[in-house]
């Protein structure tokens, strides 16, 4: 029997809800594919490409290992390896096949420079990058295009290279968060005017330190932010956009030889980084985009605006400050974070929305958190690890993805009076003691009703069948 014109549509709306409401799996060709590819085909995959690479040479991976006579030999590059007549690899473009960096050099004292090429799709075979440097030294690595690799440029016991004016973009870093520029245990490198092209940010830091020392890190455009470990460091001139500067510490140590100023930009704002000051006042932080405090006392914040950083505000081995009427928000990992020291009052800020916790307390104590408004986080709305003798009162927290407060480790804290709606939990402790949770408004999220959205699949074909049957006994 022939369908109406009326049944028609009708088919269609039921295949279209079929097709929007089931799991669509799809081979990567692409992964899998022997095509060789050409400059055309990247440059219309990768608009980063610069014009000059139409003259580049498309060659497989490179390895050396301290071999430049062989590589030589090979027409891999130019020069002699002196000072004056460095080794030159230049103008290619590498495919890294999904397995291995593009290009690795290993065991090297002499002077080289790779310049001008394109190094890509390097992945797996941890750890994998555009360029790889193992005990290197004598290296410049001036103008490639290093992206969409797990890891753009990485060096690893290398010192006294140079990295220069190029392009890390799309370095997705893999499950250990490496992401554009990774220097692990290496010391007195330069990094200097390297770029990260606004709409593609590397996916986890685009320059991260590990272990390493006496590094310059200089006037780079980036939008993923750095992550600073190591002692002795240089950090001038750098702009972040939407990002800022990451530190972490396992040793709080690495953080008092910082050299880090305000020309170091987050969102067109100063970054201020103090270290053993006292009094610190409103002048002294002067349209801050990001504000990180070591061992300061007796200062005070307030009335600023610490959003689209790394983390808005990181106290640091710090004593008796004040944080007061800010807005920290949207940020890249933390609003608050605070290591070490205490004896902080916190109240009446707005902090919400940031990538991982709302305030993250680790080893700290005697803190009072009073009437601030901590909601809609990404993980939870406090994390705790180690916080004692502290205070929470007339809180917010509310609408954060996991616990609204999550106490680990910690002893004899107070929370009270606090607002805990639509978090997935409204307290959460594991190996505490001592703490008291009265008064609060505590309403955990609704779980999602077991099989609700294939009810509701179902409830609808099955209200469109009989309309259809029907009209289809009619004609």
């Given at each position: 029997?022939r369908l109406s014109r009326k049944t028609k549509p009708l088919i269609l709306i039921i295949l279209g809800i079929i097709f929007a409401f089931s799991p669509i799996s799809a081979t990567n060709l692409s992964c899998i594919s022997e095509k060789k590819h050409t400059i055309l085909d990247f440059k219309n995959k990768n608009p980063l490409i610069k014009d000059n690479l139409k003259f580049s040479a498309i060659i497989g991976?490179?390895?050396?290992?301290?071999?430049?006579?062989?590589?030589?030999?090979?027409?891999?590059?130019?020069?002699?390896?002196?000072?004056?007549?460095?080794?030159?690899?230049?103008?290619?473009?590498?495919?890294?096949?999904?397995?291995?960096?593009?290009?690795?050099?290993?065991?090297?004292?002499?002077?080289?420079?790779?310049?001008?090429?394109?190094?890509?799709?390097?992945?797996?075979?941890?750890?994998?990058?555009?360029?790889?440097?193992?005990?290197?030294?004598?290296?410049?690595?001036?103008?490639?295009?290093?992206?969409?690799?797990?890891?753009?440029?990485?060096?690893?016991?290398?010192?006294?290279?140079?990295?220069?004016?190029?392009?890390?973009?799309?370095?997705?870093?893999?499950?250990?968060?490496?992401?554009?520029?990774?220097?692990?245990?290496?010391?007195?490198?330069?990094?200097?005017?390297?770029?990260?092209?606004?709409?593609?940010?590397?996916?986890?830091?685009?320059?991260?330190l590990l272990d390493s020392n006496n590094n310059m890190i200089l006037t780079n455009i980036l939008n993923s932010g750095m992550y600073l470990d190591g002692i002795n460091n240089n950090i001038s001139g750098n702009k972040m956009d939407k990002s800022g500067l990451g530190i972490y510490p396992g040793n709080t140590e690495n953080f008092y030889s910082q050299n880090i100023d305000t020309t170091n930009l987050v969102n067109?704002?100063?970054?201020?980084?103090?270290?053993?000051?006292?009094?610190?006042?409103?002048?002294?932080?002067?349209?801050?985009?990001?504000?990180?405090?070591?061992?300061?006392?007796?200062?005070?914040?307030?009335?600023?605006?610490?959003?689209?950083?790394?983390?808005?505000?990181?106290?640091?081995?710090?004593?008796?400050?004040?944080?007061?009427?800010?807005?920290?928000?949207?940020?890249?990992?933390?609003?608050?974070?605070?290591?070490?020291?205490?004896?902080?009052?916190?109240?009446?800020?707005?902090?919400?929305?940031?990538?991982?916790?709302?305030?993250?307390?680790?080893?700290?104590?005697?803190?009072?958190?009073?009437?601030?408004?901590?909601?809609?986080?990404?993980?939870?709305?406090?994390?705790?690890?180690?916080?004692?003798?502290?205070?929470?009162?007339?809180?917010?927290?509310?609408?954060?993805?996991?616990?609204?407060?999550?106490?680990?480790?910690?002893?004899?804290?107070?929370?009270?009076?606090?607002?805990?709606?639509?978090?997935?939990?409204?307290?959460?402790?594991?190996?505490?003691?001592?703490?008291?949770?009265?008064?609060?408004?505590?309403?955990?999220?609704?779980?999602?009703?077991?099989?609700?959205?294939?009810?509701?699949?179902?409830?609808?074909?099955?209200?469109?069948?009989?309309?259809?049957?029907?009209?289809?006994?009619?004609?």
């Amino acid at each position: 029997m022939r369908l109406s014109r009326k049944t028609k549509p009708l088919i269609l709306i039921i295949l279209g809800i079929i097709f929007a409401f089931s799991p669509i799996s799809a081979t990567n060709l692409s992964c899998i594919s022997e095509k060789k590819h050409t400059i055309l085909d990247f440059k219309n995959k990768n608009p980063l490409i610069k014009d000059n690479l139409k003259f580049s040479a498309i060659i497989g991976k490179i390895h050396i290992d301290n071999n430049w006579t062989d590589a030589k030999s090979a027409g891999i590059c130019t020069g002699n390896g002196t000072y004056s007549e460095p080794y030159i690899i230049e103008d290619l473009v590498i495919d890294g096949g999904s397995s291995g960096s593009c290009i690795r050099i290993e065991n090297s004292n002499a002077f080289f420079r790779i310049e001008n090429c394109t190094l890509y799709n390097s992945r797996k075979n941890f750890p994998s990058a555009g360029i790889r440097l193992s005990y290197v030294s004598n290296a410049h690595l001036i103008d490639n295009n290093c992206s969409l690799n797990e890891i753009g440029i990485w060096l690893s016991n290398s010192n006294n290279n140079t990295i220069s004016s190029n392009i890390i973009t799309n370095n997705y870093g893999g499950i250990h968060n490496f992401g554009g520029i990774y220097l692990f245990e290496s010391d007195h490198n330069t990094i200097s005017e390297n770029t990260e092209n606004t709409e593609q940010s590397n996916f986890h830091y685009s320059i991260r330190l590990l272990d390493s020392n006496n590094n310059m890190i200089l006037t780079n455009i980036l939008n993923s932010g750095m992550y600073l470990d190591g002692i002795n460091n240089n950090i001038s001139g750098n702009k972040m956009d939407k990002s800022g500067l990451g530190i972490y510490p396992g040793n709080t140590e690495n953080f008092y030889s910082q050299n880090i100023d305000t020309t170091n930009l987050v969102n067109g704002k100063p970054l201020y980084y103090y270290t053993n000051e006292e009094y610190l006042k409103q002048n002294n932080f002067s349209n801050a985009g990001q504000i990180i405090l070591v061992s300061c006392k007796n200062s005070l914040l307030t009335d600023l605006n610490l959003s689209y950083s790394d983390t808005g505000i990181s106290l640091i081995n710090s004593n008796n400050i004040t944080i007061w009427g800010n807005m920290v928000n949207n940020n890249r990992r933390d609003g608050l974070y605070l290591f070490g020291g205490g004896n902080h009052n916190i109240s009446n800020n707005v902090i919400s929305y940031n990538n991982e916790y709302g305030i993250l307390l680790v080893y700290c104590s005697d803190n009072t958190f009073l009437e601030n408004n901590i909601s809609y986080n990404n993980y939870h709305g406090f994390d705790c690890y180690r916080l004692e003798n502290s205070f929470i009162f007339g809180n917010n927290i509310n609408h954060n993805k996991n616990y609204g407060i999550n106490f680990i480790n910690c002893i004899n804290n107070a929370i009270t009076g606090n607002s805990l709606i639509g978090n997935e939990k409204c307290f959460n402790e594991a190996f505490s003691e001592g703490n008291v949770f009265e008064n609060n408004v505590c309403r955990d999220r609704p779980s999602a009703i077991p099989g609700y959205n294939l009810f509701f699949l179902l409830s609808i074909l099955s209200i469109i069948a009989i309309i259809i049957s029907k009209r289809v006994k009619k004609s």
